[in-house]
């Protein structure tokens, strides 16, 4: 098994600079990640810096609260696939979702799909914030919506994934989406924990320290 490739190496820090997406991107390169995970106004950087090889470029949309209208998401997914980007990482209406309002939700998932065209799809629920009837809902209703992942966490919140949430997500999609861990995972173990529950991709800065089997102690 190729663990550097389940990997989006992520840097979404507001203070991020220029030097640190250089070094993001180098990174990625030296280890064969699968994609770097980067705020959109680094998209079109990041996606030169990457430039012939086979690491791809995400772009996270409506992060990290996911409480924008779904036309200011489907701007920035537009926006995101122009400048090069290779997969969006959208966060779900939690409100909408709290509010049972399952209509709006659906609608917003499948307007950013439809503005991806024929990019991967992620869809950020933020589990941490969410009962278990409601993680099972929001996947539900991503697989209603044709995305391609149902993912765990923004890693900007009280808490990222875990091992249940994995496997209820990996459970309920029922091979109709893929999951993708994010947040909170900081070594191989943990990393090995959550592929074991289900898990395709996994969102960490952690990367580097992952695939040496080193800690990760600090970030995403």
């Not at 106004?41 to 949309?61: C, P, S």
Request: charged fraction near 20%.
């Amino acid at each position: 098994m190729k663990l550097n490739k389940y990997i989006d190496h992520t840097l979404l820090k507001p203070e991020a600079t220029k030097a640190q997406i250089v070094k993001l991107c180098d990174e990625a390169k030296e280890h064969d990640f699968a994609t770097v995970c980067v705020n959109s106004f680094w998209t079109k950087f990041a996606k030169t810096q990457l430039k012939g090889t086979n690491v791809g470029v995400t772009t996270v949309i409506g992060f990290p609260l996911g409480a924008c209208s779904t036309a200011t998401k489907v701007f920035e997914t537009t926006q995101a696939i122009a400048d090069g980007s290779d997969e969006i990482d959208m966060v779900v209406n939690i409100g909408a979702l709290k509010d049972q309002d399952y209509q709006t939700v659906l609608a917003d998932m499948q307007a950013v799909k439809q503005a991806a065209k024929n990019k991967i799809v992620k869809c950020i629920m933020e589990n941490c914030l969410l009962s278990k009837t409601e993680i099972v809902k929001a996947c539900e209703l991503a697989v209603e919506a044709g995305l391609d992942y149902v993912k765990t966490s923004t890693g900007f919140n009280s808490s990222g994934a875990t091992v249940e949430d994995v496997a209820l997500m990996f459970k309920t999609v029922n091979g109709k989406a893929l999951v993708k861990a994010a947040g909170g995972v900081r070594n191989h173990q943990d990393a090995m924990a959550m592929i074991d529950a289900g898990a395709n991709r996994l969102g960490t800065s952690g990367g580097v320290a992952i695939v040496k089997g080193e800690d990760h102690n600090q970030g995403y």
